[in-house]
Each structure stands twice: as C-alpha cells, then as structure tokens.
T-cell receptor, first 120, second 109 residues
C-alpha cells in the first residue's frame, strides 16, 4: 500500500531553536498533504493543509510564521517549528492524500509515523 | 458548530465483541472514517462509510445512519493487539475531516 514516511521520529531541542520535520510520500505523488498536532490523550488537530507549489492554508489559531510549511515537490512537505518553546512539545503527524489510489473515492489519507518533539 | 462525540474509554475482554459509538454534527456530510491509533503511533485507516448500512471487513465492521448522524465500529473476536484508540472522523461539505477525540479501548485477558 501507499507509504508516507516522516522524519525524524523524535527530536529533543533547546528552547529558541528551530526544528524541521519532513514528510515524504514514497510511492505516489501527493499534491495535498496535511499537518496535525496531537497532545496526549487528545484528538488530532489539523494545523495546516499543504499544497504543492503554493502557500499552505493554516487553520485558525495556528501561527504561520511560527510553523513554516514548504511543499516544494510532489513527494515532500516540511514543517519547521521556529523558535520552539516548551509548549510546542507535541506529537506532529503528517498525512498525504493519494489522488489515484484505489480508494480515491474515499479520499483515504495515508499517515506518516509521526514526530515527537520535546522542547527543553 | 461541528462536533464529533465518542466515548473516552471502553474496556472489553479478549475474545469478546465491542461496539464503539460515534455521533456527529457537521455542516454537510461526505463520509465517515474510522482510524485505529496505537499509543505513540500515527493513525491507520480502518473503514469508510458514506451510505447507510453495515460495511464488514474481517473482524471489524462499521455502520452508518445518516439520518441519525450516527456510526459505530464493531470489533469481534477481540485480541490484545486491538488495544488502541479508535478515532471517528466525519468529512463535511468542504471535504474537511472533523476528528473525534478518540475512544481508548482496553482489552483485558
């Protein structure tokens, strides 16, 4: 099946530094990718929708200057958490929509493995 | 507003059957998804319903009633590995996924 790879799986950084998380679709071209944040025991919260070749669409309350999203190719989207603070510590998950999969009518999302960010 | 309700936690016994309910209120409706999420991992797709009725897939089945804004996920012959959170998500008129908070399912021997 379709595979989405996310890297790194976990990262620890100091407060004030920036962290980049990559999301790759390994065997299909994803024109649309999604970035989520999930705090412990809470649901997925959509942060932004990333479209290849255009600016990301951010959800209300998500700071676009803090969470930089780049979708420069059909197989790669990156999320950069700039000037990270301890409250940014969370589980970040990307997903990609495979428009030509056998389940295209469902708009099935394929998720990356997730990246656990801890800001000290 | 848009809302998805599902129980926070359920407990069941290995080998038994459990039903996880989900009610939704969305602006328009374009299908309902169930995902499984093990602790610390990303969600994995389980099922999709857009028409009323029951969709069966092995040990897992999903039911939808659009008129009632209601769905359930039925897990049969429970195994210890089924211990996970089960997320219900509805797609609204803009094809945006609205996520429930998830139901943590605990399987006991």
């Amino acid at each position: 099946g379709a595979v989405v790879s996310q890297h790194p799986s976990w990262v620890i950084c100091k407060s004030g530094t920036s962290v980049k998380i990559e999301c790759r679709s390994l065997d299909f071209q994803a024109t649309t990718m999604f970035w989520y944040r999930q705090f412990p025991k809470q649901s997925l919260m959509l942060m932004a929708t990333s479209n290849e070749g255009s600016k990301a669409t951010y959800e209300q309350g998500v700071e676009k200057d803090k969470f930089l999203i780049n979708h420069a190719s059909l197989t790669l989207s990156t999320l950069t958490v700039t000037s990270a603070h301890p409250e940014d510590s969370s589980f970040y998950i990307c997903s990609a929509l495979n428009p030509v999969s056998g389940r295209e009518d469902t708009g099935e999302l394929f998720f990356g493995e997730g990246s656990r960010l801890t800001v000290l | 507003g848009q809302n998805i309700d599902q129980p926070t936690e359920m407990t069941a016994t290995e080998g038994a059957i459990v039903q996880i309910n989900c009610t939704y209120q969305t602006s328009g409706f374009n299908g309902l998804f169930w995902y499984q999420q093990h602790a610390g991992e990303a969600p994995t797709f389980l099922s999709y319903n857009v028409l009323d009725g029951l969709e069966e897939k092995g040990r897992f089945s999903s039911f939808l009633s659009r008129s009632k804004g209601y769905s359930y996920l039925l897990l049969k012959e429970l195994q210890m590995k089924d211990s996970a959170s089960y997320l219900c998500a509805a797609k609204d008129s803009n094809y945006q996924l609205i996520w429930g908070a998830g139901t943590k399912l605990i399987i006991k021997p």
